[in-house]
């Protein structure tokens, strides 16, 4: 199946700090990328819906100013969490469209200390 | 609301014998839908997939059945084996659009 990479797959940053995930798709071009995280025993939750060449589309509750998505191209999305609180701390996992079907990223374990 | 329903959130089942997980949904608008698996710290892996025009898909030991009408579907696997224990999640879209979540099934496989 298709493959898409997520970088990093586990980064510990400050309180403050802003911290950037990358989610690249090795071998398709996707005009669609998704952005989830996972609380502890919950189910995935959409936060944003990314767009090549357009302004990502959030879901209701997720602050789109700490949330920075970016969708510069057609295999690679962003997302960055500025200015992250401990709160922030959770496992990220962006997918890639292709047809109708998503492939996941191996997802991003962010500690917030 | 949850419009995506998995309401055992664990099961054991013995090694070789069949492991049956069930999933609800609440829009009828859905007609695309997919299991996916997931092992701890990992992203989900895609498993199988199912159309509202089909009621039966299946790969291997992995048979996906959808009853539209009762808004259900379910994974079967058979034979279940210790590598199947994970985490099993059932996701409902329209058009393979915007996917909505279970809040998943952890199947443990005992030898």
């Known amino acids: 199946g298709a493959v898409v990479s997520q970088h990093p797959s586990w980064v510990i940053c400050k309180s403050g700090t802003s911290v950037k995930i990358e989610c690249r798709s090795l071998?398709?071009?996707?005009?669609?990328m998704f952005w989830y995280r996972q609380f502890p025993k919950q189910s995935l939750m959409l936060m944003a819906t990314?767009?090549?060449?357009?302004?990502?589309?959030?879901e209701q509750g997720v602050e789109k100013d700490k949330f920075l998505i970016n969708h510069a191209s057609l295999t690679l999305s962003t997302l960055t969490v500025t200015s992250a609180h401990p709160e922030d701390s959770s496992f990220y996992i962006c997918?890639?469209?292709?047809?109708?079907?998503?492939?996941f990223g191996q997802g991003t374990r962010l500690t917030v200390v | 609301d949850q419009q995506v329903k998995q309401n055992s959130p664990s099961l054991s089942v013995q090694e070789g014998r069949i492991s049956i997980l069930n999933c609800d949904y609440t829009?009828?608008?859905?007609?695309?839908f997919l299991w996916y698996k997931k092992y701890p710290a990992e992203g989900p892996t895609f498993l199988i997939s199912?159309?509202?025009?089909?009621d039966k898909n299946e790969d291997g030991r992995f048979t996906v059945f959808l009853n539209k009408s009762a808004k259900h579907l379910s994974l079967h696997i058979v034979p279940s084996q210790p590598g199947d224990s994970a985490v099993y999640f059932c996701?409902?879209?329209?058009?393979?659009?915007?996917?909505?979540f279970g809040p998943g099934t952890r199947l443990s496989v005992l030898p």
């Open positions: 071998d398709f071009q996707a005009t669609t």
């Open positions: 997918s890639a469209q292709q047809g109708t079907e998503a492939f």
């Open positions: 996701a409902a879209s329209r058009y393979g659009q915007n996917f909505v």
């Open positions: 829009n009828s608008m859905f007609d695309y």
């Open positions: 199912i159309s509202s025009i089909k």
């Open positions: 990314s767009n090549e060449g357009s302004k990502a589309t959030y």
